[in-house]
């Protein structure tokens, strides 16, 4: 433990020692402690607010609007954000959930062709302190031009530096006395050791900054970044963040959120999954919201979903701002000449050319063999660089388009699958694993949010299966899950005791959240509190637990 005035911070785990004291130098742990002990109090403000506006929309039951208080930001024509720089104004596909601490990934991202890199320490990373000591070394070592083979930072693809949201607190760092933000964590760091060389190179610092709810909390990020720029001694305006909208509220403050951060915005970009799922955490106890079965009724097709993207792409390019889409999880079997190949790319293919077709001026893909088929979609149907100059001037968006739930049931299939994505999530995050493989697909904490609020839901309304009637049920969810888990044993590679023991207690816990009364705002601040995954955790950071995502059947 390294103590000092106001600081305590764990020591490093086994193996890490260089790259924990090149990441704590003196200086660099007193810009950190400056910066958490400045806004730490702002942080716990913004998500008393969340609390405060969810109690609100239980006790009326209203439905949230366009806000009255800022409609004269709406109707100014005038106002632009900031033009981006030259590096981002041309990112058709990125390379999402690339999870920084696996290094072997990360160097095959920075070798690829894509236009820029999703370097993700949230919804595909597990926040060991190993994971995040590794993946910010990792982005030190890139920025700095310390991998052998790769082109230097100003000519590799952009890294978009996503930190982890505010509802994530780093356990092994106390400020005053208190566990800090895992979002300052992950920015200060990345802020002191890279910002000026990224700035340099006309390459950043550049950010993704997730489940931002408000325009409030995007006008706090907007006051953390003028106070870092001014600190590090950086022009006002040298950061550029992407703001994901993945929350329902957010959607009516897109403008505001905008103007917010109009000196450093680098556009807002639209997902489907954790999007989806905050319409549960929002409104799922009411049943005018009951949601689905996703793998049957839920796609960017659907009325609210639709809606939400024109709504982005026509509100960032009347404001000068890049709208990005979300990210293609699905992968490309090996065999180029096999029949599944052939459909999975015309199924991407056909995804993707609907958000072109938009208005997105990018989107990401998991599978980097998508990326030359992604990049030459873009150059066969989008306008150029980018796409700014389709304003979607032909298109209204009104409360009742967001807010319109798609009809349709429940399916058997779906059901499980949707225990099976859950499960297996807490499993990877009991691992040290921030995403896993299952069916064809990349799976991280977006797609375990949905399923899981899909199961709760679906217990808290007692809905019936389309294919036979049956209630869905604890004890029906709890016997699925029982079988489901034999299932799962036979697709874990290198199964061992430890293995199946791992698996019985992340179907425990899954099952414990999904029957729970109160609905567990976020899965991934539920597991970061929990006593199982901390103790997991501290197996990981020891070297007891480590490596890449592992295959799945």
């Known amino acids: ?98 999870s920084p601490c696996d290094t072997q990934r990360f160097i095959q991202g920075l070798k690829s062709t894509a236009q820029g890199l999703q370097v993700d320490f949230d919804d595909g990373n597990c926040p060991t302190y190993r994971n995040q000591i590794k993946g910010i070394y990792n982005v030190y070592l890139a920025v700095h031009n310390q991998y052998q083979d790769v082109l230097p930072i100003s000519q590799a693809p952009v890294l978009m530096l996503r930190p982890r949201a505010w509802n994530m607190v780093e356990h092994n760092m106390m400020v005053n006395g208190r566990e800090v933000p895992g979002s300052l964590f992950d920015f200060g760091l990345l802020m002191f050791h890279n910002a ?41 305006g040298s950061i550029k963040a992407t703001v994901l909208i993945e929350c329902v509220l957010a959607s009516f403050e897109m403008e505001e959120i905008l103007y917010e951060l109009k000196e450093h915005s680098a556009g807002l970009n639209c997902g489907i999954w954790d999007y989806s799922a905050s319409f549960v955490n929002k409104f799922g106890h009411r049943t005018d919201f009951l949601l689905p079965d996703r793998s049957k009724y839920v796609d960017m097709e659907k009325r609210f979903l639709h809606s939400y993207m024109d709504l982005l792409v026509q509100t960032c390019h009347r404001r ?117 493989f299952y069916l064809g697909k990349v799976e991280d904490s977006a797609t375990a949010e949905i399923s899981r609020s899909q199961v709760w839901q679906w217990i808290r309304h007692q809905v019936r299966l389309e294919d036979n009637g049956i209630l869905v049920t604890r004890a029906l969810v709890s016997s699925l899950a029982e079988d489901l888990m034999g299932e799962m044993k036979t697709a874990i ?24 009364n109160d609905f567990p705002e976020f899965l991934t601040t539920y597991l970061n509190l929990d006593h199982t995954f901390l103790s997991s955790q501290s197996l990981h950071d020891k070297g007891q637990m480590d490596g890449p995502p592992k295959a799945r059947l």
Not at 66 to 88: E, Q, Y
Not at 213 to 225: D, G, K, P, V
Not at 394 to 402: A, S, Y
Not at 493 to 516: C, G, N, P, W
């Open 320 to 436: 000068g701002a890049l709208a990005t889409g979300g990210m293609a999880a699905l992968m490309l079997p090996r065999d180029k000449d096999c029949v599944l190949y052939k459909t999975v790319l015309r199924t991407v293919t056909r995804l993707k050319l609907l958000e072109i077709q938009a208005g997105v001026d990018g989107f990401m893909v998991y599978d980097m063999d998508l990326i030359d088929p992604m990049q030459k979609l873009f150059q066969l149907h989008s306008h150029g660089q980018n796409q700014l100059l389709q304003l979607r001037d032909d298109i209204t968006v009104t409360p009742e388009d967001l807010l319109t739930m798609p009809a349709g049931g429940v399916t058997l299939y779906g059901l499980r699958y949707n225990i099976a994505v859950g499960v297996l999530f807490i499993e990877a995050w009991l691992s040290g694993r921030g995403h896993f």
């Open 493 to 516: 590679v290198s199964q061992t005791s430890r293995d199946e023991q791992r698996l019985m207690t992340a179907v425990s816990m899954f099952l414990e959240i999904v029957q729970k």
């Open 1 to 98: 433990m390294l103590v000092q005035e106001g600081v305590e911070l764990e020591t490093p785990p086994p193996g890490l020692e260089r790259e924990f004291h090149t990441l704590f130098s003196s200086e660099a742990l007193q810009f950190l402690c400056e910066l958490i002990s400045t806004f730490q109090p702002e942080v716990d403000k913004v998500l008393k607010l969340r609390v405060l506006r969810k109690v609100q929309l239980d006790l009326t039951g209203e439905l949230p609007g366009f806000l009255k208080d800022t409609a004269h930001l709406r109707n100014d024509p005038n106002w632009r954000v900031s033009p981006v720089p030259p590096r981002l104004r041309c990112r058709h596909v990125d390379i999402g959930d690339l």
């Open 196 to 236: 000026k060389l990224l700035l340099q190179n006309q390459s950043g610092p550049f950010f993704y900054l997730s489940k931002v709810e408000s325009y409030m909390e995007a006008r706090l990020w907007s006051q953390i970044f003028f106070w870092t720029e001014k600190k590090l001694g950086l022009p006002e």
